[in-house]
C-alpha cells in the first residue's frame, strides 16, 4: 500500500501540527415538556433565531447551559442539592426566561412578565424570587429521562440532562419575549409529526434531540400514549454510551480523531443513505485502533438496520481524510470511488472508480431514491470534490464554522478555491457538512465571509507589493498585520498562495530581488 501523507499534507514544510485535545464539556441542560393534546402527546418545540451562534434557525427545548447562580441556588435551597441540583435550578431559571412557565408541582404556571423581566435582566434574582415564592420552584414533577454529550468534534461541547415534565391537558400557554429571548416561534407537535418534519427537511432539529424525538414516539406505541409510563421507562433505564449522529435526514456523522489543522481535532466521516438502505461512507479518516473500532461499530450498526455500503468516496487526498485503508477493509469491503488525483495516492482496485464533476451517486433505500451530486471544487487541493443533494452538501475542506482552510501554496490554488466557493454558495444549499467541526445551517452565509475575507486578503497582498515591499516576508506581515495570532510559517504559505494567483493575473512577478508590480 502507497504511504499517504508526506508531500500530499495540507501544511507547509517547517510547520508540525501540534496535538490538541476535545474541549471539556460544559453542563447544561433541557426542558422536554409534553402536554396531551387532542390526536395524542405533544411536546413544545421552540424555533431559534437566526442570529444565534449555535444552531441558529433549529426548533429545540428550551434550555441552556448551568451558570454559577444555578450552583448558588442548589447550595441554598433544601429542595435542591449538588449538580443534579444545580441542573435543576438552571431548568426552572430557563423556564421563566425563555417560555415564561415555572414549575407547580402539578403542572406549569405563567410568570408574570414584569417578574420575568426581572429575571431576564439579571439571572442571579431567580433565586430570591424562588425563596420569596414569587416564582413557583416546585420541581418534583420533573424527571430525568436522558444525558447526552456533544461529539468531539465542536469546540464548545456540553454535558446536557434532558427533563421530562407531563404537563397535563390543558397548561398555560408558553410566551416569547419581546426582547430577550433567543427564539422566535414555539410550537406543540406530536413526536411523530416533528420528526415527519424533520425527516422531509422541513424543521431542522439538532442530533441528540432527533433521537430522544425516536425514544419517545417508540415508546408513546409501546404504551399506548402514556406519556407517564414513557418517561418512567426512559427514567429507569437511561441510554449510554454513543448514539447516532445525524446531522440530516441521512447523513450521519462519525467524528474520527486525526492530526489535523487546529482547532479542530477530528475529521468527520459521514455515512450517507436512509438507515435500512445503500450506504455510502465519507472520508473514513480512522488510523488508531480507537478510530478504528469506533467507525466498526458505525458501520454495524447501519448494516443491523438493514443497510448495505456500496462505496467509499474520498473528498481529496489529504491523509488526514483517508485512513489505514488495510485495516478499514477488515470492517467492510467496497469499492473506492474518488478523483483521479486521489487515487494516485491509494492502491488499486479493479472495481474502484474515478468520480468526475456531474456524476450522479444514486442511493436505494426503504422509502425511496436519494441523489448526491458530484462537484468539482479544486483549490485546497487538486481533485477536490463535494457532494450534494436536496439536504445539503458534504464540502470536504472547502470551508468550516470554526477556524480556516488553508490554501497551501505547493498544490492549492487560490484562483479555484475562491471559484469553488462561489459555486457552493450559488446552489444555496439548506446546510453545509463540513469535514472539521460542527453543521453549518447557513452555508450562503458563510462561505459568502470566506470570499469576502479571502478577496480582502488577496488585495492586501497586492497593495503591500504596489507599496513597494519585495521579500515574501515583509509583503506577508504587512498582509497580516490584523492577524497577529497567525503562525508565522502558515502566513508566509498563505500569502505565497496570493502572490502566485496574482502571478497568474500578470499583476505582480516575480525577480531575481523579489516580488514586484508587473
Known amino acids: 500500500m502507497r504511504s499517504v501523507g508526506g508531500d500530499m499534507s495540507e501544511v507547509p514544510v ?31 418545540l421552540c424555533h431559534r433565531v437566526s442570529e444565534m451562534p449555535s444552531f441558529p434557525d433549529f426548533w ?58 426581572e429575571v431576564l435582566a439579571d439571572a ?18 420533573f424527571r430525568l429521562v436522558t444525558r447526552r454529550t456533544t461529539p468531539p468534534l465542536a469546540p464548545m461541547r456540553f454535558d446536557n440532562r434532558f427533563y421530562h415534565l407531563h404537563a397535563g391537558t390543558s397548561p398555560p400557554e408558553p410566551s416569547l419575549s419581546a426582547e430577550r429571548s433567543e427564539f422566535d416561534a414555539i410550537r406543540w407537535l406530536r413526536p411523530i409529526d416533528a420528526l415527519s418534519a424533520w425527516e422531509s427537511c422541513e424543521m431542522r432539529i439538532p442530533p441528540p434531540q432527533i433521537t430522544l424525538l425516536r425514544d419517545l414516539a417508540t415508546g408513546l406505541e409501546e404504551h399506548a400514549g402514556d406519556m407517564q409510563a414513557v418517561a418512567d421507562s426512559l427514567a429507569s433505564d437511561l441510554p449510554t454510551g454513543e448514539h447516532l449522529i445525524e446531522f440530516a435526514p441521512g447523513v450521519e456523522c462519525v467524528p474520527l480523531e486525526t492530526q489535523t489543522l487546529p482547532p479542530a481535532t477530528h475529521t468527520n466521516c459521514y455515512i450517507l443513505g436512509e438507515r435500512g438502505g445503500e450506504h455510502l461512507v465519507v472520508d473514513p479518516a480512522a488510523k488508531d485502533s480507537a478510530g478504528l473500532a469506533y467507525l466498526e461499530r458505525r458501520v454495524r450498526s447501519a448494516e443491523k438496520a438493514g443497510g448495505r455500503i456500496v462505496a467509499t468516496v474520498f473528498t481529496h487526498r489529504h491523509p488526514d481524510h483517508i485512513g489505514d485503508l488495510k485495516e478499514i477493509a477488515s470492517i467492510y469491503r467496497a469499492p473506492i470511488w474518488a478523483s483521479v488525483e486521489t487515487h494516485d495516492v491509494i492502491p488499486e482496485c479493479e472495481t474502484d472508480s474515478v468520480l468526475s464533476d456531474g456524476d450522479e451517486l444514486v442511493l436505494k433505500g426503504p422509502s425511496g431514491s436519494v441523489s448526491w451530486m458530484v462537484l468539482a471544487t479544486p483549490g ?12 445539503g452538501v458534504v ?96 502566513k508566509l504559505d498563505q500569502t505565497l498562495s496570493h502572490l502566485r494567483s496574482h502571478e497568474r493575473a500578470e499583476t505582480v512577478q516575480e525577480t531575481g530581488t523579489g516580488w514586484q508590480p508587473a
Open 14 to 44: 517547517g510547520y508540525e501540527l501540534p496535538r490538541v485535545s476535545p474541549a471539556e464539556p460544559k453542563p447544561s441542560v433541557s426542558a422536554v415538556i409534553t402536554r396531551d393534546g387532542a390526536e395524542g402527546v405533544e411536546l413544545l
Open 60 to 117: 429545540s427545548f428550551p434550555g441552556g447551559g448551568i451558570k454559577e447562580c444555578d450552583r448558588g441556588a442548589a447550595d441554598v435551597m433544601e429542595q435542591l442539592a449538588g449538580e443534579e441540583g444545580a441542573a435543576l435550578a438552571g431548568l426552572m431559571r430557563e423556564l421563566v426566561e425563555e417560555v415564561g412557565l415555572a414549575p407547580s408541582g402539578q403542572g406549569l404556571m405563567a410568570v408574570d412578565e414584569p417578574v420575568r423581566e
Open 124 to 141: 442571579d434574582s431567580w433565586l430570591p424570587l424562588a425563596r420569596d415564592g414569587i416564582i413557583p420552584s416546585n420541581h418534583t414533577g
Open 380 to 391: 485546497h487541493c487538486p481533485g477536490h470534490i463535494a457532494l450534494a443533494s436536496e439536504v
Open 395 to 490: 464540502s470536504g475542506d472547502l470551508a468550516v464554522v470554526v477556524g480556516t482552510i488553508l490554501v497551501p501554496s505547493a498544490d492549492g490554488d487560490m484562483d479555484d478555491y475562491l471559484a469553488s466557493l462561489g459555486r457552493i454558495r450559488d446552489l444555496s444549499p439548506p446546510m453545509l457538512f463540513p469535514a472539521h467541526g460542527p453543521l453549518s445551517p447557513t452555508p450562503e452565509k458563510l462561505l459568502e465571509h470566506y470570499i469576502s475575507h479571502r478577496r480582502a486578503r488577496h488585495l492586501r497582498v497586492l497593495e503591500a507589493v504596489k507599496s513597494g515591499l519585495t521579500s515574501l516576508a515583509e509583503i506577508s506581515e504587512s498582509a497580516y498585520a490584523d492577524t497577529s495570532g497567525a503562525h508565522p510559517i502558515l
